[in-house]
């Protein structure tokens, strides 16, 4: 007799839906009979430079001793990140991306009858991360695209555990200032952690955001998400860390899969650390393509939400869906973000001139015909 292994699973991960990621160039390919050379994927948030040549140097070099472990510390890349970020080593947390820091907070200190709280349009990895350990995910309703952190204050109880913010935000690209940030700061409960995730950090320069390590030292409660997948250019590799007080470090290192970080993740990342040309460059490439992109869209006559990361999310004014197959079959790989309650919205990835291009002329072509 065989089993309904849906139903044995736990009643939370049930109830999910497997994460849907963008659409591989590869299978696009497949399903419309394209030349794969033709696609323009702009879909993932990926960094269109391709990774640093300091990077691929490390990978080539630690290529030959793959036989054996990565280091399970990772102490060079924790020493690195702890003298480029101002903290100890020990408050270092790697990640197999940084989606594993933000699975490694719900396994450590979520569990049935607590909960966590995130805003409406956010990471659609808070929501998987806090349902899968059994515990209740509070939604609290966006302010203009963007998190109202008073409201999530507000639904912050006893048994809240766990905040996620996340600034800038995905997919919407919306932001919060330093002012914002320390007053949320200064009333979140000590007995609940916040993780704010700044996955897009390193495309922000100026005052308007603020740097979440600037509050660490005064906020015992608080985790700062990062991860080498954007900026950096090492999204196949896989590494992310967080950081806290020694004290958070030391839990989430307890539930933390041994090795979970590769070699050729480790030492790309460090060589990574180590190019601020490459940073610069792709700090330049998506200033210059996000300007390309606003234009494209004003010419449409189309809307978007302001943006502070390496993507951007642009208004059909209508369901989203049939132009987005339609994209597809020009050979034009983009995100729909219907599940983040944006029927409306397309989120598009910054690329390389031409591949905006590409996308405009596509988007102006399909919205004409469909």
């Known amino acids: 007799m065989n089993s309904d292994f849906l139903a044995l699973a736990q009643p939370g991960v049930q109830k999910l839906s497997p994460y849907v990621p963008g659409k591989p160039v ?70 197999n991306g940084s989606n594993d820091i933000l699975e490694l907070v719900a396994r450590a200190y979520l569990a049935p009858g607590l909960n966590a709280v995130f805003s ?12 899968a350990v059994g515990a209740e995910g509070r939604v609290v309703p966006a302010k203009d695209w963007g998190h109202d952190l008073d409201a999530m204050l507000a639904a912050i109880d006893a048994n809240t555990r766990v905040v996620f913010i996340a600034n800038p935000n995905n997919p919407t690209g919306t932001w919060f200032g330093p002012a914002a940030l320390a007053d949320f700061l200064a009333c979140v409960p000590g007995h609940v952690l916040v993780v704010l995730d700044e996955a897009y950090i390193e495309y922000a320069e100026g005052g308007e955001m603020p740097d979440g390590l600037d509050y660490l030292a005064g906020h015992p409660n608080l985790l700062v ?3 080498f997948s954007k900026a950096y250019g090492l999204a196949a ?50 200033d ?52 983040y309650g944006m029927p409306t919205y ?25």
Request: aromatic fraction near 6%; charge should be neutral.
């Open 26 to 95: 590869d299978e696009l390919a497949r399903e419309l009979d394209l030349d794969p050379a033709t696609i323009v994927k702009l879909a993932s948030n990926e960094n269109p430079l391709g990774p640093s040549p300091k990077a691929l140097a490390a990978i080539r070099e630690a290529v030959a001793e793959l036989t054996r472990y990565p280091d399970g510390n990772g102490f060079a890349l924790k020493s690195l990140l702890a003298a480029r970020c101002g903290v100890r080593a020990n408050q270092v947390t790697l990640g």
């Open 120 to 131: 409406e349009h956010a990471f659609a990895v808070y929501p998987i991360a806090t349902q």
């Open 225 to 227: 998400s990062r991860t």
């Open 237 to 286: 590799l896989r590494v992310g860390y967080g950081l806290s007080s020694a004290a958070i470090a030391d839990v989430l290192n307890r539930v933390r899969q041994p090795f979970n970080v590769n070699s050729l993740a480790l030492a790309a990342a460090c060589a990574a650390l180590e190019d601020a040309d490459y940073l610069a460059q792709s700090r330049q490439l998506n």
């Open 288 to 339: 210059a393509g996000m300007a390309q992109l606003e234009e494209g869209f004003r010419q449409l006559g189309l809307s978007w939400i302001p943006s502070k990361g390496n993507f951007i999310a642009v208004d059909l004014g209508r369901e989203s869906a049939p132009l987005f197959q339609a994209l597809l079959r020009e050979g034009v790989i983009v995100r729909p973000v219907a599940s």
């Open 346 to 370: 397309l989120r598009i990835s910054i690329g390389l001139p031409a591949e905006n291009a590409r996308f405009l002329e596509a988007l102006s072509k399909v919205l004409a015909s469909v």
